[in-house]
């Protein structure tokens, strides 16, 4: 048990699946898992642990933005001996061609958070990028799958509000999608040397203004699932 994550020691996979909703995390466990028990409860945050075609895998909520996620990556690695984290996310396209549905693969995250300041101090700017063989590996799963991926660079927001940012530009120098959480994510796969990968399904478009709804978000992004998931296995 830790602060945060009310486990036992053994009850959490070394691969864990990482959506910010716990209802998300709910759904993905009820409907692809078997054999799975709940572990955690605490605030709500749901976690849970099964098997995927006979594979131990958890999937555990993570909360919006970069400093709750970093608290239950944290743990998850530190209490729990987790070795990979893949989040299980949705994020807005910021690019006309990036449709509503449209599966993102993170290969790197910009940020506006102090995250990277504050770890590192003033004069470097690091670039929190996933782990290539995740990333290499959820590639050749989408092929296997048939599901049309992009990859690129994820816009880790500090605030969901904020106009002030030029998302044109940051489209124009390669961002494909805005989320909250990935900079963090791949921050802290590189500080405790685990394997992280954000997987993506775009909800809505900043730019066309096209958008999915609440449940739709929840359970219907069934491609990212089952990428997230076979690359978890493998």
Known sequence: MSTHIGAKAGQIAETVLFPGD????????ET?????????????MFGYTGTYKGKPISVQGSGMGIPSLSIYATELIKDFGVKSIIRV???????ADVKVGDVILGQGSTTDSNVTATTFGTGIYYAPISDFE???RAYHTAQDLNVP???GNI???DRFYNDEIDMEKLADYGCVATEMESAG??????????????ILTVSDNIVTGASASAKEREQSFTDMMKVSLETGIK
């Open 149 to 151: 991926v992009q990859v």
């Open 89 to 95: 996310g949705t994020c807005g396209g910021m690019r």
């Open 22 to 29: 716990p209802l998300r995390a709910k759904f993905i466990a």
């Open 185 to 198: 994510l791949f921050l802290i796969g590189a500080k405790y040397h685990v394997k992280t990968l954000s």
């Open 32 to 44: 692809f898992l078997d054999d799975v028990v709940q572990y955690n409860s605490v605030r709500n």
């Open 134 to 136: 995740l990333l290499d």
């Open 155 to 157: 816009f880790a927001a």
